[in-house]
C-alpha cells in the first residue's frame, strides 16, 4: 500500500483545479469574507476562553491525486490529545457497513468545552478557507483523509482524489454520518465524474441545511426545535386536508340536493305535459 500511495502521489504531481472551479472559489470567498471574519473571531475567543492552548490545529492531510498538504482546522481538541482511538475508529468505519458516526457522538473526553458543537456546526473547518486560498483545497469537493485512513484503501478507494478535496461535497449533503464508507466513496467518485459549476452551485446551495440537520443532531434543544417545527406542519396539512374533506362532502352535499330539486322540477313537468292532452280533449268534447 505503500507503494501504491507514492505511485499515486507521483503521479497526479502537479495536476491544476480546472479554471472555472478555482475562479467559483476566489469569488465566492471574497464576497464572504466580511461575514468570515467576524465569525471565525467568535469562534477563536470560544476556544481561546474555553482551554488552554493555540487556537488553530495543523495536520498532514492527503489530497488531489495523492498529494499531500497542511490542513488548517481550529483546533476542538484538548492539547496533546491521544489519536489511537481515532485510528481503530477509522479503521472500523471502512472494514464494515456501519454508519459512519463520528466519536463526537460517543461524547468524545478528549474535545474542549463546546468542541463538539463547533464541530457538528462545520465551524472548526473554516480555516480551511485558507487552504483554499492556497489552491490546496476548494470549496466543493471529497473530505480530505488523514494519511493512515488512505493506507488502509481498497484500490478503487482512491479514486476519490481524482479532485480537489473540499469543505463540502456530494456526500456532505447526501447523508453523511448517516452513509457507509463505501457509500462515502461512490459519492465522492461520483463527483469527481460529474463535476461541473452547476453541480458545484447545487452543493453549496444544500450545504447550510445539511449543518443545521447535523448540528441538531448533537444539540438537544436544537433537536427539540426542528421536531416542533415538523410536527406543527404537519398538523397544519392534516388540518388542512380535514378542512378539505369537509368542504367536499358540503360540495357533494349541495350537489345531491341540487339533483334532488331538478328530479323535483322534471317529475313537475312531466306531469304537467301529461295534463295538457287530457285538457285538450275535454276542451273538444264541449265543442
Not at 480530505?144 to 480537489?164: K, M, N, V
Request: with cysteine; proline share 5%.
Amino acid at each position: 500500500m505503500q507503494e501504491t500511495f507514492n505511485s499515486l502521489k507521483l503521479e497526479g504531481a502537479g495536476v491544476p483545479v480546472p479554471l472555472w472551479k478555482r475562479a467559483l472559489d476566489l469569488i465566492l470567498v471574497l464576497m464572504a469574507s466580511p461575514g468570515l471574519l467576524l465569525l471565525g473571531a467568535a469562534v477563536a475567543a470560544v476556544i481561546k476562553l474555553g482551554s488552554s492552548g493555540p487556537i488553530f490545529f495543523c495536520q498532514p492531510r492527503v489530497g488531489y491525486k495523492g498529494k499531500e498538504f497542511t490542513c488548517f482546522k481550529f483546533r476542538t481538541m484538548r492539547v496533546n490529545a491521544e489519536t489511537e482511538s481515532h485510528r481503530l475508529h477509522t479503521q472500523e468505519l471502512i472494514n464494515s457497513q456501519a454508519p459512519m458516526t463520528k466519536l463526537d457522538a460517543r461524547k468524545d473526553p478528549r474535545l474542549i468545552p463546546l468542541g463538539a458543537v463547533l464541530r457538528a456546526a462545520g465551524l472548526d473547518e473554516l480555516p480551511q478557507i485558507l487552504n483554499v486560498l492556497r489552491g490546496d483545497m476548494s470549496l466543493v469537493g471529497p473530505r480530505p483523509c488523514i494519511r493512515y485512513e488512505c493506507e488502509q484503501y481498497a484500490l478503487w478507494h482512491w479514486q476519490r482524489f481524482d479532485a480537489a478535496p473540499g469543505l463540502t461535497g456530494l456526500w456532505q449533503v447526501s447523508g453523511k454520518n448517516r452513509t457507509t464508507f463505501d457509500e462515502m466513496v461512490r459519492l465522492d467518485i461520483e463527483y469527481c465524474k460529474r463535476r461541473s459549476l452547476g453541480l458545484d452551485i447545487q452543493i453549496i446551495l444544500k450545504t447550510v441545511p445539511a449543518l443545521w440537520q447535523q448540528y441538531c443532531e448533537v444539540n438537544p434543544t436544537a433537536r427539540q426545535s426542528r421536531n416542533a417545527r415538523q410536527g406543527g406542519t404537519t398538523a397544519e396539512h392534516a388540518e388542512h386536508a380535514e378542512q378539505t374533506d369537509r368542504g367536499r362532502e358540503r360540495e357533494r352535499g349541495r350537489g345531491g340536493e341540487f339533483a334532488k330539486g331538478a328530479e323535483t322540477l322534471m317529475e313537475s313537468r312531466s306531469k304537467t305535459l301529461a295534463a295538457k292532452p287530457e285538457m285538450a280533449g275535454l276542451s273538444g268534447s264541449a265543442r
